[in-house]
C-alpha cells in the first residue's frame, strides 16, 4: 500500500499569502496519479487537482499541482477567505489511498 | 449534475452490521462509466477508502477493510448499499458515498454519521 505523508499539518498563513503543501509518497506514484481535494468543516470533500496538475471543472486558477515520483506540492498563490480549509491529497495509482490532511487556517 | 446521498440508521449496536444505501439522482448507474464507492471519515480524522463497485456488481475493497465489507448495486433503484459486519466504535464515522472515474472522486454526497454503541 502506498503511503502518503502530508506537511505540515497546519499552516498558519494570512488571506492574500501563498500556501505550499506538501504530499509525499511512500512510493513512486504511477503516471502522476495524485489527486487533492478541499475540506471545509461540516462539508463533503471537494475535488481539485488530478493528475498531479490539472485542475478540476470549476476550480480557480490560483490552484495549482506539481511534483512527480514520491514529491507533490498544491500551492494556493493568493489565499482567498473561502480557501482556509483542509486539503487533502491521494493517489489513485495503486489501490486508492489519502493522506492524512493539511489543515490550512487564518493566522 | 449528479447528486448523491446517503442514507441508514445513524446508531449501530456493537457487534451488529452496519447498513447504508446511497441513491444517485442526475445520472444512470448503468451507464458504465463511473464506479460507485464508499469512504469514511473517522470524527476529526482524514479519509479512508473502504470500497467501490461497477455497475455490473463487480467489487473492489480496501485490503484492511476487506474481510467486513460487503457493497451492492440496484440498478433498478439507481442505488448502492454498503454493509459493514461486527462493528465496533471505531467503526463510528461519517460514512460518504461517491462517484468515481478513473480512481478520481468527482462528487460526493454529504455524508452521514453513523455511530456504534450500546
Known amino acids: 500500500e502506498i503511503v502518503l505523508t502530508q506537511s505540515p499539518g497546519t499552516l498558519s498563513l494570512s488571506p492574500g499569502e501563498r500556501a505550499t503543501l506538501s504530499c509525499r509518497a511512500s512510493q513512486s506514484v504511477s503516471s502522476s496519479s495524485l489527486a487533492w481535494y478541499q475540506q471545509k468543516p461540516g462539508q463533503a470533500p471537494r475535488f481539485l487537482i488530478y493528475?498531479?496538475?490539472s485542475r478540476a471543472t470549476g476550480i480557480p486558477d490560483r490552484f495549482s499541482g506539481s511534483g512527480s515520483g514520491t514529491d507533490f506540492t498544491l500551492t494556493i498563490s493568493r489565499l482567498e477567505p473561502e480557501d482556509f480549509a483542509v486539503y487533502y491529497c491521494?493517489?489513485?495509482?495503486?489501490?486508492?489511498?489519502f493522506g492524512g490532511g493539511t489543515k490550512v487556517e487564518i493566522k | 449534475q449528479v447528486q448523491l446521498q446517503e442514507s441508514g440508521p445513524g446508531l449501530v449496536k456493537p457487534s451488529q452490521t452496519l447498513s447504508l444505501t446511497c441513491s444517485v439522482s442526475?445520472?444512470?448507474?448503468?451507464?458504465?462509466?463511473?464506479?460507485w464507492s464508499w469512504i469514511r471519515q473517522h470524527p476529526g480524522k482524514g479519509l479512508e477508502w473502504i470500497g467501490y463497485?461497477?455497475?455490473?456488481?463487480?467489487?473492489y475493497y480496501n485490503p484492511s477493510l476487506k474481510s467486513r465489507v460487503t457493497i451492492s448495486v440496484d440498478t433498478s433503484k439507481n442505488q448502492f448499499s454498503l454493509k459493514l459486519s461486527s462493528v465496533t466504535a471505531a467503526d463510528t464515522a461519517v460514512y460518504y458515498c461517491?462517484?468515481?472515474?478513473?480512481?478520481?472522486?468527482?462528487?460526493w454526497g454529504q455524508g452521514t454519521l453513523v455511530t456504534v454503541s450500546s
Open positions: 491521494q493517489q489513485y495509482g495503486s489501490s486508492l489511498t
Open positions: 493528475g498531479a496538475s
Open positions: 461517491a462517484r468515481v472515474y478513473s480512481g478520481l472522486f468527482q462528487h
Open positions: 463497485i461497477y455497475y455490473s456488481g463487480s467489487t
Open positions: 442526475g445520472g444512470s448507474i448503468s451507464s458504465g462509466t463511473y464506479y
